[in-house]
């Protein structure tokens, strides 16, 4: 049985367990090279326009927004690393295994003890501190800059 995460039930059977495993991977993975893809569009489509922006209107662009479109790549390189550091390494593994191990097979288990929030949230926290660094970098700037005209 394969499960994803907006269906999984209450229990599972121990012999079902590994796809919890399997799906809360694909799922931090899904977030993290949704932000990849999320950088790199901004970076390639958004700086030209927000670099000629400012240019047009001859004002320093602001640091955090320089910040932001000089490590771009690097960020979003850094993601899709991390995403397959999350694919092909057993971090995860260890605890999960740990937790099986207190179970007999048939027995079943229920999902919120094998699932691993503190991983999650850490994805969830990058996720949020991402979007709030683009809202500070992009919108702000443009904001201040409309606004002064």
Known sequence: MNYYLPMLPA??????AKSVLKSQKLYMVFVLLGMAVTLGVVDYFIRPKIFGLYNDMGVKIPIITETLFRYALAGVGGLVILAGYI???NFMDTRFEATLLKYKDGEMIKIRELW???????????????????VVAIIMP?????NSF
Not at 11 to 16: A, M, R, S
Not at 142 to 146: E, V
């Open 11 to 16: 229990n599972i059977k121990k012999e079902d």
């Open 87 to 89: 694919l092909s390494t």
């Open 116 to 134: 691993q929030r503190d991983v999650e949230w850490a994805v969830m926290l990058a996720l949020g501190l991402g979007v709030g660094f683009l």
């Open 142 to 146: 443009i904001y201040s800059l409309t």
